[in-house]
């Protein structure tokens, strides 16, 4: 008991050290950022300056045209995110259990991937419309791809002991599969999700920046023909907040269905 709160103890300290170090070096880019671009003309033009930014945020925000584009981007990608998982975990575990499925599927699965998905969203617009569709599909292939080869390599290297063991203790398939195989995968499955929930605002970015009529993609392209940086900078301020609130649910997530995983790090000592 006394070595658990005492590891609890470091940890909080810890993050009462980054916490305050993180703010402030923040807050010393952003004035770094305001003193510079403002003394330069040329730095302003190409990147505005925060103070600039954040009262065009403000203007964005009241005339309710923010919440337009935000609610469509985030509809894209995380609609893109859901779907890509779904399809992603429940193919990895089927081709890593089925092994015929995997020999056929596994490598046309690895070719397309291999396709920069940049290239083929003017294919995706084509097939399914200038649209929402189009962007949740872009979205939800972008989180596919890391969710399943997440998924079908974490089990395909499960230490094939543990399934003998519960096999050995009376264990059918199912309850080896849902006791055994998905809980000793799921830290490199959350892996692949945590990388999809980034992945899928680039999806429906790159499909509104080539055919949209609205969302921050959109926007981002409209306000660059007429070299309205400001505006530009305060999209990608506005998808840097939606990012870190949607990493912060994920890591709430995480911890919550790894509660039983104790971390280490190079001392070889674990802290939960």
Known sequence: MDKHILKHGKKKNSNAIALPIRVSLIIIFILFWEMVAKNNVKIAFYTSYPSEIFLDLIGFIQTGDAWIHIGTTVKEAYLGLFYGTVIGIGLGVLFSQFQIFGKIFVPII??????????????????????????VVLASLMVFFNVFFSTYNAIKNIDQRLIESAALLGAGKYQILWHIVIPTSMPWIMSGIRIGSSVCMVGAIIGEYIGASKGLGWMVTYASSFFQIKRVMACIFILMIIGLFVTWLLEKAECYVLRWRAETNLAMQSAR
């Open 110 to 135: 690895s070719v397309v991937q291999g396709i920069p998905q940049l290239t083929l969203a003017p294919l995706y617009i084509l097939w399914f419309g200038i649209g929402f569709t189009s962007k």
